[in-house]
């Protein structure tokens, strides 16, 4: 009997397989361990890579400033002016886009407006907005409308022209550096008071 029911029961074992070992969920820990090893390795590189260049730089000597020497540009236009006065006018065009551009330079660096990016008209519109004296104001629209048919149109002024919008251009600058300079004296004079 015994040899019997050993019998039975390796008939009924014969239908249970074996369990299988245990599946691994999630992640590794050991792998975890080495990902952080490995970023913190990464991250320590990399401080002394940064560390490393910024005191190479503060070793090295101190290049010199490709210093642009400041020019006023009050100064500015009246060298360009006259470096339009020494040049004779063989394209009136051109002469004229430099005296328009040398105008509307002049007025950008010292009203802090983007002038030589504007056209006439919009000039004109932003001249309203500006402190500067009225007939001034009218000056300078004046001057620019005078300006763009020699600019944008096929029209050659004679060489007395010339002479005259190169003198008027003088005259407007000299006069708007003259009106900021009377305004700096007034505002200096109510100050001391």
Not at 133 to 155: T, V
């Amino acid at each position: 009997m015994k040899e019997a029911m050993t019998e039975t029961i390796k008939e009924a074992m014969k239908d249970i397989h074996d369990i299988r070992p245990p599946v691994m969920v999630g992640l590794d820990p050991e792998m975890v361990r080495m990902g952080l090893g490995i970023g913190a390795i990464l991250l320590l590189v990399l401080a002394a890579i940064l560390i490393i260049r910024h005191f190479w730089k503060k070793r090295q000597p101190a290049s010199p400033i490709d210093a642009v020497a400041h020019i006023l540009p009050y100064d500015a236009a009246v060298k360009a002016l006259d470096r339009l006065a020494l040049n004779p006018v063989h394209d009136a065009k051109a002469f004229y886009f430099d005296l328009s551009h040398t105008l509307k330079a002049y007025m950008g660096g010292t009203y802090r407006v983007n002038s030589l990016e504007m056209t006439t008209p919009e000039l004109i519109k932003t001249l309203r907005s500006l402190d500067i004296p009225g007939d001034l104001k009218s000056g300078i629209s004046q001057f620019q409308d005078l300006c763009d048919p020699f600019r944008y149109a096929p029209l050659a002024p004679d060489q007395a022209q010339v002479k005259n919008d190169l003198t008027r251009a003088r005259d407007l600058i000299s006069a708007m550096e003259r009106e900021i300079k009377d305004r700096i004296a007034d505002d200096e004079k109510e100050g001391a008071d």
